[in-house]
């Protein structure tokens, strides 16, 4: 199955290089930029990093107040996913690590295992849900949120994507984000594609609002918001795909 990825470009490569293992190609058409906002790492004493992406890490570690690399090693670390401390760890963090399959589940952790008086830095996106830093700041933890990378939006779909749609070759868009669906039902309306009856597969039903609103017939959520049951569902849905290809190619 031919699968378009509409994430960042350098996670969009790994995610095409886990769909090729199982068989399937992608075409990549990032909806949206991460740029870096140059913010500054905070002064003082910090008790412990949350992160949500691999991003965080990525895209901050230029900042001229980053900590010292004695505080790198030892301080604590909350994060999201594997990738998301795979990137601490290239940056020199090598504290006792806590990872959470997402952010409800990160919060939950966080206000079970930190300290009240405790001071986290939280490494975000200028784009996001206030839910992770308002749960954990709820219990009496102190948060400062330093927004390091900002998403911009691009302007349309790439030309090759664009030309693999109107032709009726993409076997599945993948969605990550409620703000990334958004933009790409705004730039396939703009430029006058056809795709609500492309088959759509959103992490999260959050993510799949703008797909339902905008009336696309097969959306398909992840049963857990994670990319591994996103690469399930890809799987499932060209098996049977597979069998008609082999059923009409046996017929005389």
Same mark, same amino acid.
């Given at each position: ?120 830095? *939280? ?25 390091? *990378? ?69 959306? *398909? ?32």
């Amino acid at each position: 199955m031919l699968v378009l990825l509409t994430r960042a470009v350098d996670e969009a490569a790994r995610t095409a290089a886990k769909l090729a293992e199982n068989g399937h190609s992608a075409i990549l058409s990032p909806v949206l930029d991460m740029v870096p906002t140059g913010a500054e790492w905070p002064r003082g004493v910090i008790d412990g990093v949350l992160a949500t992406s691999a991003q965080a890490f990525e895209l901050f570690s230029d900042a001229p107040d980053w900590p010292l690399p004695e505080a790198r090693r030892l301080m604590p670390l909350f994060v999201v996913g594997a990738r998301t401390l795979d990137a601490a760890r290239e940056r020199g963090f090598e504290g006792a690590a806590l990872v959470a399959p997402d952010a409800r589940a990160l919060a939950a952790s966080v206000t079970a295992h930190v300290a009240a008086s405790s001071r986290l830095v *939280y490494l975000a996106g200028r784009d996001r849900k206030p839910d992770l830093e308002k749960e954990v700041a709820g219990a009496g933890i102190g948060v400062e949120t330093i927004e390091v *990378y900002a998403a911009q939006a691009a302007e349309s779909l790439s030309e090759e994507a664009e030309a693999l749609i109107a032709a009726g070759e993409i076997g599945a868009v993948l969605h990550y984000s409620k703000r990334s669906a958004e933009i790409f039902v705004g730039l396939a309306r703009q430029s006058g594609l056809e795709v609500v009856d492309l088959v759509h597969i959103a992490i999260s039903a959050d993510a799949a609002a703008p797909l339902r609103r905008a009336q696309f017939k097969d959306v *398909y959520i992840a049963e857990e918001p994670n990319e591994q049951m996103m690469l399930r569902l890809v799987t499932a849905l060209a098996a049977p795909l597979k069998d008609l290809f082999v059923e009409r190619s046996a017929k005389p």
